[in-house]
C-alpha cells in the first residue's frame, strides 16, 4: 500500500481524519503561544501578534466544521460465489443508474466473490449482456475480488 493509499484511507476514516485535523488544531494553537511568546518591542507588534494568532486559530476551527460537513461515502457491495458473473453485472447495473440519477452523496460500489477466483476477469458472458443492456462493455477492466475480512 502505498503512503498515499495510507493517507486516503487514514483521510475517510472518521477516527483518523478526526485524529488528522486534531493535529492541525493543535499545531496552530502551538505556534501561535510561540508567537505571542516572541518579546514584541511597540504595542503594534503585540497586536499584530494577537491578531495573527486569533485568525491561525480561526481558520482551525473553520476546517473542523468544513470538514464535519463533508458527505462520507457510502459502501453497496454485490456478493457472489465467483465474482466474474453477477456481482459485476449488478455493479456496472447499479453505477449506470447511480450515475443517471447523479446523487450528491459518494456511493462506492463494490463486487466481491466468495470462493477461490478462477479467473482474473469478468466472463465474457457477463460482458455480452452487458454490452448489449447498456451499449458499452462496461466489465472490460473489471477485476474479480475475494471477499476479506477487511472488505
Known sequence: MSVRDRVTWLWRDP????????????????LSLQWSRIPP???????????????????????????????????LVFLSSGGTCRDPMAKAIAKKLLDARGLKQPVEIRA???GPLNSSK???????????????D???DHVPEMLTPSS
Open 112 to 114: 466481491v466473490g466468495l
Open 122 to 136: 469478468a466472463s465474457k458472458a457477463a460482458r455480452y449482456v452487458i454490452k448489449e443492456m447498456c451499449g458499452e
Open 41 to 75: 518591542t511597540t504595542q503594534l507588534q503585540r497586536l499584530g501578534i494577537s491578531v495573527l494568532a486569533g485568525l491561525l486559530l480561526v481558520a482551525a476551527f473553520a476546517f473542523l466544521r468544513w470538514h464535519k460537513r463533508q458527505p462520507k461515502p457510502k459502501t
Open 15 to 30: 477516527v483518523g481524519s478526526g485524529v488528522i485535523a486534531a493535529g492541525i488544531v493543535a499545531g496552530l494553537s502551538y
Open 138 to 140: 462496461l466489465l472490460a
